[in-house]
């Protein structure tokens, strides 16, 4: 049985409240492991990959969830076959830590979540460009659980080297942020995440306003990196400021003119 969900809790800008709950997936996850398989495709590649996976397969029940709206692409169809296939991975071509240690880990699941890490990626790298950046994309759900507990786990070493054992990681999630935390309660760095997703905040609004009500938006994701990296928290002040203050614009912005600032409308990954 596959399960394709595209009214998802980001775009609210007709839908309202009643399309506001992420917690199928929840409700999935409790299921069996051997049965239960959870995607969350970060573009129209990553999509069609998934999608033809799940409906070649036997005996599971697939949930695919990607938003209908027209949608930035990140990955052409060879890179989409190799993420998906792996269902997590770093994305190189995102992240600036090639060689070295990073300082921070950016991670994301879903395709609203991706589009506002790699924002918020693109602001740091902006003003810090000496901030060494990991940026990681799960599309598979369940490899964020130990391998011991679903047939899609990462050992720990695996996840050890994608997530580090001892850096912040910055997580931006589709769903209930506890989802995450449940999932990798066991992990050696699990001290270190941070997750924002979904926290029943929303109403018939923008598409940008829906994730900043909830904390998910690019500036609050810069904030929260610039609060956990100890090198940053020193001299990010006048950063800091200038992110709540775009916030503060975008509330008077959609008020007057009922649509998201243009910088963010517009905003597209150039590097």
């Given at each position: 049985m596959n399960y394709l969900l595209?009214?998802?809790?980001?775009r609210q800008d007709h839908n309202g409240f009643s399309h506001q709950d992420p917690g199928f997936i929840d409700h999935v996850v409790n299921?069996?492991?051997?049965?239960?398989?959870?995607?969350?495709?970060?573009?129209?590649?990553?999509?069609l990959s998934v999608t033809d996976h799940c409906l070649r397969s036997r005996h599971y029940i697939n949930v695919i969830i990607a938003g209908k709206q027209p949608a930035l692409q990140y990955l052409d169809m060879d890179?989409?076959?190799k993420h998906c296939t792996a269902g997590i991975s770093i994305w190189d071509w995102a992240s600036n830590d090639q060689g070295v240690e990073p300082d921070v880990v950016m991670a994301c699941?879903?395709?609203?979540?991706?589009?506002?890490?790699?924002?918020?990626?693109?602001i740091l790298r902006q003003h810090f460009p000496e901030l060494k950046i990991r940026v990681v994309n799960i599309v598979d759900l369940m490899t964020l659980q130990p391998?011991?507990?679903?047939?899609?786990?990462?050992?720990?070493?695996?996840?050890?080297?994608?997530f580090t054992t001892d850096k912040p990681i910055i997580f931006a999630f589709h769903g209930y942020p506890w989802l995450i935390h449940r999932l990798t309660y066991r992990r050696t760095n699990h001290k270190n995440l941070h997750v924002r997703g979904y926290k029943e905040e929303g109403t018939t609004t923008?598409?940008?306003?829906?994730?900043?009500?909830?904390?998910?938006?690019?500036?609050?994701l810069a904030i929260d990196v610039i609060e956990r990296v100890p090198k940053l928290e020193r001299i990010a002040a006048h950063v800091k400021q200038q992110m709540r203050d775009k916030l503060i614009e975008h509330k008077h912005y959609i008020r007057?003119?009922?649509?998201?600032?243009?910088e963010v409308r517009e905003w597209k990954w150039t590097y």
């Open positions: 595209t009214s998802h809790v980001w299921k069996k492991a051997e049965i239960v398989r959870v995607y969350l495709p970060p573009d129209a590649n990553t999509l890179a989409a076959i699941a879903g395709d609203i979540p991706a589009m506002e890490t790699l924002a918020a990626v693109d391998e011991s507990e679903h047939p899609h786990g990462l050992s720990d070493k695996e996840f050890d080297s994608l923008t598409p940008f306003d829906i994730v900043v009500m909830n904390d998910l938006d690019r500036f609050h007057k003119h009922g649509d998201d600032i243009p």
